[in-house]
T-cell receptor, first 114, second 113 residues
Framework: EAGVTQFPSHSVIEKGQTVTLRCDPI?????LYWYRRVMGKEIKFLLHFVKESKQDESGMPNNRFLAERTGGTYSTLKVQPAELEDSGVYFC????????????FGPGTRLLVL | QKEVEQNSGPLSVPEGAIASLNCTYSDRGSQSFFWYRQYSGKSPELIMSIYSNGDKEDGRFTAQLNKASQYVSLLIRDSQPSDSATYLCAVRQSGAGSYQLTFGKGTKLSVIP
Protein backbone atom coordinates (compact mmCIF):
# COMPACT_ATOMS: atom_id res chain seq x y z
CA GLU A 1 0.00 0.00 0.00
CA ALA A 2 1.40 3.37 -1.00
CA GLY A 3 1.93 5.89 1.75
CA VAL A 4 1.17 9.58 1.79
CA THR A 5 2.99 11.31 -1.03
CA GLN A 6 3.81 14.97 -1.41
CA PHE A 7 5.04 17.04 -4.30
CA PRO A 8 7.38 18.77 -4.74
CA SER A 9 9.94 17.56 -2.24
CA HIS A 10 11.69 20.94 -2.31
CA SER A 11 10.74 24.38 -3.55
CA VAL A 12 12.77 27.57 -3.60
CA ILE A 13 10.89 30.73 -4.53
CA GLU A 14 11.26 34.44 -4.14
CA LYS A 15 9.19 36.56 -1.82
CA GLY A 16 5.96 37.57 -3.49
CA GLN A 17 5.75 34.51 -5.72
CA THR A 18 3.12 31.80 -5.54
CA VAL A 19 3.74 28.18 -4.64
CA THR A 20 1.34 25.24 -4.71
CA LEU A 21 2.03 22.12 -2.69
CA ARG A 22 0.27 18.85 -3.37
CA CYS A 23 -0.59 15.95 -1.11
CA ASP A 24 -1.93 12.55 -2.09
CA PRO A 25 -3.26 10.71 0.96
CA ILE A 26 -3.35 6.97 1.45
CA UNK A 27 -6.10 5.54 -0.72
CA UNK A 28 -9.41 5.36 1.13
CA UNK A 29 -8.42 7.83 3.84
CA UNK A 30 -11.16 10.42 4.28
CA UNK A 31 -9.17 12.57 6.67
CA LEU A 32 -6.35 14.75 5.39
CA TYR A 33 -4.29 17.11 7.49
CA TRP A 34 -1.73 19.81 6.75
CA TYR A 35 0.99 20.67 9.24
CA ARG A 36 4.01 22.95 9.07
CA ARG A 37 7.36 23.04 10.82
CA VAL A 38 9.32 26.27 10.70
CA MET A 39 13.00 26.32 11.64
CA GLY A 40 13.58 25.66 15.31
CA LYS A 41 9.91 25.23 16.10
CA GLU A 42 7.58 22.32 16.60
CA ILE A 43 5.31 20.84 13.95
CA LYS A 44 2.10 22.88 13.97
CA PHE A 45 -1.35 22.03 12.70
CA LEU A 46 -2.75 24.03 9.79
CA LEU A 47 -6.02 22.39 8.82
CA HIS A 48 -8.05 19.22 8.54
CA PHE A 49 -10.25 17.97 5.70
CA VAL A 50 -12.89 15.31 5.94
CA LYS A 51 -13.37 14.26 2.36
CA GLU A 52 -13.71 17.57 0.51
CA SER A 53 -14.92 19.61 3.49
CA LYS A 54 -12.77 21.69 5.80
CA GLN A 55 -13.39 20.30 9.28
CA ASP A 56 -10.95 22.53 11.14
CA GLU A 57 -8.90 25.35 9.69
CA SER A 58 -8.00 26.98 12.98
CA GLY A 59 -4.27 26.67 12.34
CA MET A 60 -4.15 28.53 9.04
CA PRO A 61 -1.89 31.54 9.67
CA ASN A 62 -3.55 34.07 7.37
CA ASN A 63 -5.46 34.49 4.14
CA ARG A 64 -2.36 34.05 2.01
CA PHE A 65 -2.83 30.32 2.52
CA LEU A 66 -5.52 28.49 0.58
CA ALA A 67 -6.14 24.78 0.88
CA GLU A 68 -8.41 22.76 -1.36
CA ARG A 69 -9.43 19.16 -1.68
CA THR A 70 -11.69 18.94 -4.68
CA GLY A 71 -13.34 15.54 -5.02
CA GLY A 72 -12.07 14.44 -1.67
CA THR A 73 -8.89 12.87 -3.01
CA TYR A 74 -5.66 14.83 -3.25
CA SER A 75 -5.23 18.24 -1.66
CA THR A 76 -3.34 21.36 -2.60
CA LEU A 77 -2.01 24.11 -0.38
CA LYS A 78 -1.32 27.39 -2.13
CA VAL A 79 0.69 30.21 -0.65
CA GLN A 80 0.13 33.51 -2.42
CA PRO A 81 2.07 35.76 -2.11
CA ALA A 82 4.81 33.94 -0.23
CA GLU A 83 6.66 35.73 2.56
CA LEU A 84 10.03 34.94 4.14
CA GLU A 85 8.38 33.56 7.29
CA ASP A 86 6.55 30.94 5.24
CA SER A 87 9.77 28.98 4.86
CA GLY A 88 9.68 25.59 6.51
CA VAL A 89 8.64 22.01 5.98
CA TYR A 90 5.02 21.37 5.09
CA PHE A 91 3.74 17.96 6.08
CA CYS A 92 0.59 16.25 4.99
CA UNK A 93 -0.98 13.40 6.94
CA UNK A 94 -4.01 11.20 6.46
CA UNK A 95 -6.12 8.92 8.61
CA UNK A 96 -8.72 6.34 7.89
CA UNK A 97 -11.94 7.73 9.36
CA UNK A 98 -13.18 10.46 11.62
CA UNK A 99 -12.36 8.26 14.58
CA UNK A 100 -9.10 7.16 13.06
CA UNK A 101 -6.44 7.99 15.58
CA UNK A 102 -3.36 7.16 13.60
CA UNK A 103 -2.24 9.90 11.29
CA UNK A 104 0.22 8.76 8.66
CA PHE A 105 2.62 11.44 7.53
CA GLY A 106 4.13 12.16 4.18
CA PRO A 107 7.79 13.08 3.65
CA GLY A 108 7.08 16.79 3.58
CA THR A 109 7.77 19.63 1.17
CA ARG A 110 10.70 21.83 2.08
CA LEU A 111 9.85 25.40 1.14
CA LEU A 112 12.42 28.15 1.10
CA VAL A 113 11.29 31.70 0.43
CA LEU A 114 14.13 34.07 -0.46
CA GLN B 1 -2.21 28.06 24.68
CA LYS B 2 -2.03 24.28 24.68
CA GLU B 3 1.55 23.09 24.75
CA VAL B 4 3.62 19.94 24.64
CA GLU B 5 7.10 20.12 26.15
CA GLN B 6 10.06 17.87 25.50
CA ASN B 7 13.75 18.11 26.26
CA SER B 8 15.43 18.83 22.95
CA GLY B 9 18.49 16.78 23.79
CA PRO B 10 20.60 15.45 22.34
CA LEU B 11 20.20 12.41 24.53
CA SER B 12 23.12 10.04 24.15
CA VAL B 13 22.97 6.45 25.37
CA PRO B 14 25.30 3.52 24.76
CA GLU B 15 24.14 0.63 22.62
CA GLY B 16 22.14 -1.86 24.68
CA ALA B 17 21.09 0.68 27.31
CA ILE B 18 17.60 1.97 28.06
CA ALA B 19 16.71 5.31 26.55
CA SER B 20 14.08 7.33 28.43
CA LEU B 21 12.23 10.10 26.64
CA ASN B 22 9.85 12.40 28.47
CA CYS B 23 7.00 14.70 27.56
CA THR B 24 4.59 16.93 29.47
CA TYR B 25 1.42 18.53 28.17
CA SER B 26 -0.73 21.40 29.32
CA ASP B 27 -4.24 20.42 28.19
CA ARG B 28 -5.67 18.36 31.05
CA GLY B 29 -8.51 17.15 28.86
CA SER B 30 -6.23 15.50 26.29
CA GLN B 31 -7.23 11.94 25.52
CA SER B 32 -4.77 10.51 23.03
CA PHE B 33 -1.00 10.46 23.08
CA PHE B 34 1.46 9.46 20.42
CA TRP B 35 5.16 8.96 19.93
CA TYR B 36 6.54 9.49 16.45
CA ARG B 37 10.07 8.76 15.30
CA GLN B 38 11.60 10.95 12.62
CA TYR B 39 14.85 10.25 10.85
CA SER B 40 16.56 13.25 9.34
CA GLY B 41 14.77 14.36 6.19
CA LYS B 42 12.10 11.69 6.49
CA SER B 43 8.46 11.64 7.50
CA PRO B 44 7.38 11.21 11.12
CA GLU B 45 6.57 7.54 11.73
CA LEU B 46 4.18 6.46 14.48
CA ILE B 47 5.77 4.01 16.89
CA MET B 48 3.43 4.07 19.88
CA SER B 49 0.02 5.35 20.88
CA ILE B 50 -1.44 5.33 24.38
CA TYR B 51 -4.85 6.35 25.65
CA SER B 52 -5.15 5.25 29.29
CA ASN B 53 -3.02 5.57 32.39
CA GLY B 54 -0.30 3.01 32.86
CA ASP B 55 2.16 1.24 30.63
CA LYS B 56 1.83 -0.05 27.09
CA GLU B 57 4.52 -2.30 25.69
CA ASP B 58 5.33 -3.11 22.08
CA GLY B 59 8.55 -4.98 21.52
CA ARG B 60 11.43 -2.90 22.80
CA PHE B 61 9.21 0.14 23.28
CA THR B 62 7.14 1.00 26.35
CA ALA B 63 4.92 4.06 26.57
CA GLN B 64 3.88 5.31 29.99
CA LEU B 65 1.03 7.71 30.67
CA ASN B 66 0.14 9.57 33.86
CA LYS B 67 -2.80 11.87 33.23
CA ALA B 68 -2.81 13.25 36.78
CA SER B 69 0.74 14.49 36.28
CA GLN B 70 0.13 15.31 32.59
CA TYR B 71 3.17 13.27 31.70
CA VAL B 72 3.92 10.71 29.02
CA SER B 73 7.17 8.90 28.44
CA LEU B 74 8.75 6.45 26.04
CA LEU B 75 11.29 3.85 27.08
CA ILE B 76 13.43 2.10 24.50
CA ARG B 77 15.08 -1.04 25.80
CA ASP B 78 18.24 -2.53 24.32
CA SER B 79 18.84 0.65 22.32
CA GLN B 80 20.34 0.16 18.88
CA PRO B 81 22.23 2.61 16.67
CA SER B 82 19.27 2.41 14.28
CA ASP B 83 17.14 3.99 17.03
CA SER B 84 19.11 7.21 16.59
CA ALA B 85 16.49 9.72 15.47
CA THR B 86 14.31 12.55 16.73
CA TYR B 87 11.37 11.39 18.81
CA LEU B 88 8.25 13.54 18.69
CA CYS B 89 5.59 13.52 21.37
CA ALA B 90 2.13 14.41 20.05
CA VAL B 91 -1.12 14.97 21.87
CA ARG B 92 -4.59 14.98 20.43
CA GLN B 93 -6.48 17.82 21.94
CA SER B 94 -9.83 17.47 23.65
CA GLY B 95 -12.95 18.87 22.07
CA ALA B 96 -15.64 17.64 19.74
CA GLY B 97 -14.50 17.30 16.18
CA SER B 98 -10.93 18.23 16.99
CA TYR B 99 -8.46 15.77 15.57
CA GLN B 100 -5.43 17.99 15.29
CA LEU B 101 -2.23 16.88 16.93
CA THR B 102 -0.11 19.19 19.04
CA PHE B 103 3.57 18.30 18.87
CA GLY B 104 6.55 18.90 21.06
CA LYS B 105 9.78 20.07 19.47
CA GLY B 106 11.21 16.56 19.70
CA THR B 107 14.10 14.92 21.50
CA LYS B 108 17.12 13.92 19.47
CA LEU B 109 18.39 10.50 20.52
CA SER B 110 21.85 9.27 19.69
CA VAL B 111 22.74 5.64 20.40
CA ILE B 112 26.48 5.18 20.58
CA PRO B 113 27.84 1.84 19.33
Amino acid sequence: EAGVTQFPSHSVIEKGQTVTLRCDPISGHDNLYWYRRVMGKEIKFLLHFVKESKQDESGMPNNRFLAERTGGTYSTLKVQPAELEDSGVYFCASSQSSGGETQYFGPGTRLLVL
Amino acid sequence: QKEVEQNSGPLSVPEGAIASLNCTYSDRGSQSFFWYRQYSGKSPELIMSIYSNGDKEDGRFTAQLNKASQYVSLLIRDSQPSDSATYLCAVRQSGAGSYQLTFGKGTKLSVIP
